[in-house]
């Protein structure tokens, strides 16, 4: 009997060790040190104390496995600067505000915040933020409509309503990505514009060497 108990145990602990690394294993980080966003921000009606901002900047300080260390800094309407240093823990559910999720998200998948909860995704759509076409994933908590860059888990973009006030925070500039030219990423656009200008030159000495030799 104790034997068999004995082993009962055993097997448990080994299922719970492989669901765990499972679960970790599913916690995507998709931010590196240095990377950076800042918002615009506006508001209507009377949000909380320190929540009237109209800017707001988000820095990642470092990262080591499915930590975060981030710096969080806002200006208020009266002008007063907030700086606010934050360890996120996606494994233990630490995202503070929903400011960084895990990336890579998809339609169906969801995430665990220990304030809010499980937070299902419910749709994945290109949307242009910060001057670029990006594939964002968004979904409602807390009173607020999420949009977060796919590959990233960054937010982009958030509408909080209730009958108290509104606050609608849109990403304008960013080092997680360069804006678009002409709908290209810059690397891109100047190949294609090096080659079309390398093209021009071509053809005009093949020009120039047809009317010499007549």
Do not use: C
């Amino acid at each position: 009997m104790n034997m068999k108990l004995g082993l009962t145990l055993s097997l448990l602990l080994v299922l719970a060790s492989v669901f765990s690394t499972a679960v970790l294993a599913d916690v995507s980080v998709g931010v590196k040190q240095g990377d950076w966003i800042e918002y615009n921000v506006t508001f209507t009606g009377h949000p909380p104390v320190e929540h009237d901002a109209v800017w707001a900047r988000m820095e990642v300080e470092g990262v080591e496995a499915t930590r975060v260390n981030a710096t969080f800094i806002s200006r208020l309407l009266n002008g007063t600067m907030l700086d606010v240093v934050e360890d996120l823990d996606f494994e233990a559910g630490r995202l503070i505000d929903l400011f960084i999720i895990p990336a890579g998200l998809n339609v169906g998948d969801s995430f665990y915040d220990n304030a809010v909860g499980q937070v299902a995704i419910d749709g994945v759509e290109v949307r242009t933020y910060a001057g670029a076409a990006r594939m964002v994933v968004h979904a409602a908590a807390v009173d607020t409509q999420w949009y977060w860059d796919r590959s990233t888990g960054v937010v982009v973009e958030a509408r909080t309503s209730n009958s108290v006030y509104t606050l609608d925070t849109l990403a304008y500039s960013t080092g997680l990505w360069s804006p678009q030219i002409l709908g290209l990423d810059p690397t891109v656009f100047y190949a294609l514009a090096i080659m079309l200008a390398v093209g021009v030159i071509v053809t005009a000495l093949v020009l120039v060497v047809r009317r010499k030799r007549r």
